[in-house]
């Protein structure tokens, strides 16, 4: 039986960049800023001549960059020091050597510098200490340097040296090193410690647009962060997934994850929650490299769910410690949720040729019925294995393919020569794009032509689509070794993907050639279409004058150079020559210097040049002759001309006929989406000398081979109920006659986005059949993937619809139906449809549309208990709770932490209260404060309340607001802080809070901020603060009850300020700031009234009168034996409770996982069922729980183990299906 780990938590290294303000050098020159190795003393070829390097040299040369501090570093692959050699010359793998500091005195805990190169076991940093050695970081196989924060502590005091060692030779036989400092603690980043931490958000919040200036408007980009790789790179029968290689908490490379898009089309792109994200398996660390997907057409694995087939993605676990092997997981609910297989283990282990094996590319090869694998293996010399499967689970060896020029990211598809299926070869190509012809039978890849080169400049590790329909073989790469676009134009992101090429063959001059060519889906976004040539090119003419300037271009050009000496083209950011005696294209590059354009020289045809380039912003690609040469590559702002030209130089060329295509940009925002329809009625557009036609505004249909949708309009009685129409509610209807087929009526709502998350869509519609004596049927109903037009369908169903045949003598019938939008339809564009097929013909009208904010029992309009659904760790990032509008952020310094274990509110307190829940609690740091932005949308809580004024605050007039929270100061009646906050959650947005910056003990309310006014002495002990603000016009009121007691509001208050400010906020940051001591807080609660407030949850509330311990966590001695001891209880005769049918837990916001020990005694007949409810009133569902057990609908999974009596039986329920809950049910005696 399989076992796998449901992706709730993750730990990873958070790999940061330096902050430089509590460090301090080691020795002299520790940093190698001095441009010498004064202080150090190289041993061995490898440091002794040509360093330290100068300068970024791996971008130099095309690759990432190295993140170096300053302007020197040491990189034993590299040789260039600034005067001699040249930017980005190498000297290879074959040096060795060590680098050995000058004796220093360690004053400071930690030592910490930048590491990055290849061979874990042969490179890296060492420490000699007093007769003591000690490695503290070897390298991970990355030009990128990391940092490193080594703890010291046991040699403070003491002298010691530090050794960089080289003793490699082979592949990533080199090391690269830079900036070794002291410190007091581990070196916090922009994004935290270097130290594994857990507790990674699974969506990058908060939420960014795509709007930015210098951001590509038709190139993917991820939301925010660093990219590389295409990975797992799939098309499921609906939607195209491309999974990126993406770093979730910074900008710099680095704690590899995958990214998740979806499109319906390559070019519009929706990001959704993160898929993989690195974890920890038999005590091991690592991050998740790059890899492929398939869709698992005949179940294979074995664990489909209904007709919706299984993704699979095969990924490189990079460990911290062993070597690198290929793993799998899978979705069962189209890539929204993954499973690891086996807990991440290896599914290929590695193949002993080298530590970092990579890069699983997975398919299906019909002929041989295997799954095959293409795994790059081996460097000096390159080495491909070929492995097969028929399960995907077990792999077997096939083949080798021994090539010098192969490395990493390999691909193997099938292409058609001209076009001709009858005559189709196999191309394998690496990560730069080197690449074979020839023919692969399933086992064996045999050459017939090769090795050739495709592609030129910024172009690295691309990857074709797995299961493209109609035979297509698409291919996007990444755009590596282009500027830091984050650093360098302050956009939230850095780097980006190519745009998507059909792959094909061609015969050419110079033989059978792999070609690229943008996919013709780039089309949708072509704005204004204008015609260059044809006609005679002179000096100082401009063919393109009449061009508008504009960044974003699809521009085709074809000329005959004739006597002119060069043709160039100016463009915003970058301009383009053909030179005429080198034959040669070259272009201006992102540096401002000349370079080529593709590769090689432009062999004329027929005379001709033909090039087409796309321009978005800042990047350029080119193609030459449909594809035979092509190159992608970064521009600048400042380069070129805003104003687009064409001219000859030298003498006259001939233009023919071309193409300027201005393009749009193919990002939209994301909701909230439309909570109204256009048109609903029917009734606006109606031309009033027709009384039908195919188009109504607002609408669109689907469909019409053989049936149609006609709008009708009733004025003066067009359709009279004489002739067995129906009376219209107004003067418009839409008929529906599917003719035999299926058509629909369509209306797009949108893109789910963040905020729609838990909103609930109703739709209704009138209908009714026009004429018996037929079949068929009608509905309304949500769906995705809707194309409309006279070839279109309608997709797929989302949520809850309603169909009937209806007959014509019931007249007009209302059919709804019902969404609830979850963390699954994320980027899903949603469409309500009215869609009729059969003979039938039916007529519509009224349509309309509701949509509701989430329902929360308790009636709070927000709530946070630090139950993180990524597990405990660090807070910042963490997005529990409901009623906000992004995740926790770190405002100033430190690192908030969620720790288990809830805080306890004081004797007295409201008897809810009181109570001791499991869970957790945030715990802050000296001089951290954290904070967090309120949802004030229209849709949100607080905007269905009535609580959001004209400024999209809190604070309409007449409402009042309860906050409480618990607090403990640690040792300490010292409190500081809560605060409220007006759109910026810094300190100059804070407006009101409450606090003590003084000494004697003072708790102070400060409303507006500068204004205090003291509660009294605190407690060392957990306080409950209830806080009450009165909205009214002018200045507000404020009431703070400090541990209350009993369950009704107090009659006078802690403290009360009346009439002191404009308390209107939208978001909250708590903080600790108490002479070196932590502080903790809990169950913050927003709500209308004092009940909601102080009284638990209603469904925990139940929970707990279900009579299974504190917070239903089986604390209690359910079966009555006089121990405590957890999920043991008797279902049958339970001494407590007559039912035999028991609670095991209340909610699944964040996903529930219950394992147990399941014995029976007693004959036949007794059977064990766990059921499942989305209502404590609704029906209860049951599934048995047998050997074996079983995924079922509703998303509950079942597994049970053991040969024998008692069994172990585990329960899950995913994340995101909202609220559920789930109990036992015993039948039988």
Known sequence: MQRFLSILAVALPALSLFSQAEVTLLFPNSDFEAGTLDHWTASGAAFSTRQPTAGDNPVARGRESAFVQGGFWVGSYENYDGQSGAPGETRGDGATGTLTSEEFLISRRYLSFRIGGGDGSQVGVKLWCEGEERVMATGHQSECMVPVSFDAQEWLGKTARIVVFDEATGGWGHINVDDFRGSDEPLPG?????????????????????????????????????????????????????????????TGWGNMSWGHATSPDMIHWRQHPHALLPYQVDGQYGTIYSGSAVVDEFNHLGVQVGSRKTLVAFYTFAGTREPFYQAMAYSTDGGVHWNYWNHGRAVVPNQGLDAGERDPKVFWHAPSQRWVMVLWVQLNPGRVRLLTSPNLTDWTFASDLERSWA??????????????????????????????????????????????????????????????????????????????????????????????CDLSLKTTSEGVRLCAWPVPELDALVGEELTVGPGDLAPGENAL??????????????????????????????????????????????????????????????????????????????????????????????????????????????????RWRSLDSSWSEDGPMSSSLRNPGLEEGLPAEMDSRTEAFGWEVFGGNGGEVRFLDDTGDAFPEEEGYPAFFGTGAVALSPGGETVGLVQSLGWVGLGDLGRTLEAGASLLRLEEGSEGVVSVSFRKGVTVGSGGSGGSQIGEADEASLT????????????????????????????SAGDSRFLADEVSLQATAPAHASGALAYEGFENPVGLGSLSGGAAGFGWEGPWVT?????????????????????????????????????????????????????????????????????????????QPDGTSKFYEFEFHRDDLGDSGRIAGIGNDQDGGQVALRAPNSVQTALGVGTTEVNLYVVRIDFQPGADDIRVYRNPEGSDEPMVPTLTLS??????????????????????????????????????????????????????????????DALANGLEWWLNGDPRVDDASKLMAFETDTGVSLSFEMAHSGGEGRSLFVQWSEDLDGAWTSVPIHLGGGTYPGGLIVETTGDSSPYDVSIRLAPGLGRRFIRLLAEGE
């Not at 299974?1108 to 089986?1114: E, K």
Request: charged content about 20%; overall charge negative.
């Open 1059 to 1120: 009439a002191v400010a404009d308390l209107s906020f939208n978001g909250i940051s708590f903080g600790a700031f108490v002479n070196g001591r932590t502080v903790a807080h809990d169950e913050i609660r927003m709500a209308e009234s004092w009940d909601e407030v102080v009284a638990l949850d209603a469904y925990q509330a139940w929970g707990r009168r279900m009579g299974l311990g504190v917070d239903a966590s089986f604390e209690g001695d359910a079966d009555g």
């Open 808 to 835: 014509q003598e019931e007249g007009w019938r209302r059919l709804e139906a019902q969404l609830t939008l979850g963390p699954e339809d994320l980027g899903t564009e949603v469409f309500l449809v009215l869609m």
């Open 407 to 500: 490395f990493e990211c390999m691909d193997l598809v099938p292409l058609a020569v001209d076009g001709d299926r009858e005559e189709t070869k196999w191309v394998i190509y690496d990560a730069s794009f080197d690449y074979e012809i020839g023919s692969f039978d399933g086992t064996t890849f045999t050459t017939e032509v090769g090795p050739l080169h495709a592609s030129h400049g910024n172009f690295y590790a691309a990857q074709s689509f797995n299961q493209a329909p109609a035979g297509r073989v698409v291919q996007m790469g990444w755009m590596s070794g282009g500027p830091d676009s984050s650093a360098r134009y302050g956009v939230p992101f850095n780097q980006q993907m190519s745009i998507p």
């Open 891 to 967: 405002v100033n310094g430190g690192s908030a932490d969620v720790v288990e274990g809830s805080l306890r509110a004081p004797e007295g307190s409201p008897v809810e209260l009181l109570e001791s829940a499991t869970g957790n609690h945030a715990k802050l740091p000296n001089g951290c404060r954290v904070g967090r932005r309120l949802d004030v949308s229209s849709t949100g809580p607080f905007g269905q309340a009535g609580y959001v004024d004209a400024n999209g605050r809190i604070g309409a007039d007449g409402t009042t607001l309860y906050v409480s929270f618990l607090q």
């Open 190 to 250: 922009a994004d935290g410690g270097f130290e594994i931490t857990s507790g990674l958000p699974v969506v990058d919040l908060p939420p960014v647009g795509y709007d930015q200036e210098w951001r590509p408007q038709f190139h993917f980009s991820s939301r925010r962060n660093w990219l590389n790789d295409p990975n797992g790179m799939v098309f499921d029968g609906e939607s195209y997934h491309l999974f990126f290689q993406h770093n979730p908490v910074g």
């Open 545 to 658: 004058a009449e061009m508008p300037g504009t960044r974003m271009v699809d521009l085709s050009l074809e000329w005959e150079p004739g006597t002119a000496d060069a043709v160039v083209l100016d463009l915003p950011g970058t301009s383009i020559r053909y030179t005429a005696a080198s034959r040669s294209l070259s272009f201006v590059n992102e540096a401002g210097d000349w370079a080529s354009l593709v590769d090689g020289p432009v062999t004329l045809r027929e005379g001709k040049v033909r090039l087409r380039v796309l321009l978005d912003r800042l990047t350029l690609e080119a193609f030459v002759f449909e594809g035979e040469q092509f190159g992608s590559h970064y521009i600048a702002p400042e380069n070129g001309s805003l104003s687009p030209s064409l001219r000859a130089e030298g003498g006259v060329a001939r233009l023919g006929q071309g």
